[in-house]
């Protein structure tokens, strides 16, 4: 088996083997993949990983953000192969600490049985809660309306001049936002059609979302700072819900992390019935 590192030019190679999100990701800042293929150059799997400074950790670490491997290759080592070229590069670059997300669903056990072989280590203190609400479930809901986005505008429309006052605001705000993820200043990393921002005389705040699976959106920031914050954050979740019903299909899952109660409060008002799943989250030393 040979591993090599892909870059935006190599998408022919992967066609088959990344979802549509990975893809986009192709070296772009902070993301590495790399592809495994046999001996004759077939492909056989794919693994994508970020490196990036962590709000929890407070220093850089990697995440693994992607990883497929032909049905035919998984008892072959390809996985293992992937995960050991990952560590090695990560190793290099002095970077001690990868974890890996799990979300509940059909293949959550089949998923952390292979990193735990490799030897990630799952622990429950590291378990968190998160939701997911379909946009068309979301979109219906009484207290979102068009009513409440007063001078509202979608990220693609924040100005150079406005550009640093906002990400300086939301770096100087960090505790109060409700989601309390990291948030990455490059705005290429955000749904800029989706997430949304606003300026003006009451202060100012952000709804940033960003998509990390080909059907799902995942709100990482929100937060506002002035005068009425409570009708302000509501019209944030408004515009954001109407934008991406006009871009995305209805069924598309907006996946909300539940580490802080405010998220709890804020979904209990909004979707009373809703129920919280498990994410899993794995690490290793390096």
């Not at 962590?54 to 497929?68: A, D, L, M, N, P």
């Not at 550009?163 to 200043?185: C, M, N, Q, T, W």
Request: proline share 4%; charged share 30%; aromatic share 10%.
């Amino acid at each position: 088996m040979k591993i090599y590192s892909l870059e935006k030019k190599d998408t022919d190679f992967t066609r088959e083997l990344l979802d549509i999100v990975a893809e986009k990701a192709l070296g772009q800042p902070g993301f590495y993949t790399l592809l495994a293929a046999d001996e004759d150059d077939i492909p056989v799997g794919v693994l994508q990983f970020f490196v990036g400074t962590s709000k929890e950790h407070g220093t850089i670490i990697g995440r693994v953000t992607y990883i497929f491997v032909v049905p035919t290759e998984r008892e072959n080592g390809v996985a293992e192969g992937l995960l050991l070229e990952m560590t090695g590069i990560m190793r290099d670059s002095g970077i001690s600490l990868c974890e890996v997300a799990v979300p509940d669903n059909e293949e959550t056990e089949i998923i952390k049985y292979a990193f735990s072989a490799f030897g990630f280590s799952f622990d429950k203190k590291d378990e968190f809660p998160y939701y997911e609400i379909s946009i068309g479930e979301i979109f219906g809901h009484h207290v979102l309306s068009p009513n409440r986005f007063g001078d509202i505008k979608p990220l693609s429309e924040l100005r150079q001049s406005q550009y640093k006052y906002l990400f300086g605001e939301i770096k100087r705000h960090e505790s109060e936002d409700i989601l309390a993820e990291d948030v990455s200043p490059r705005l290429e990393d955000w749904d800029q059609d989706v997430s949304c921002f606003y300026i003006g005389d009451k202060g100012c705040g952000a709804f940033l979302l960003c998509r990390r699976e080909e059907k799902i959106l995942e709100p990482k920031y929100l937060a506002g700072f002035g005068r009425d914050v409570s009708a302000s954050i509501l019209g944030l979740i408004s515009y954001g819900a109407q934008s991406a019903k006009q871009k995305y299909p209805e069924d598309t899952i907006i996946r909300i992390s539940g580490r802080k109660e405010r998220v709890k409060e804020l979904l209990k008002k909004m979707c009373p019935g809703i129920t919280s799943k498990k994410m899993s989250v794995g690490k290793i030393n390096i």
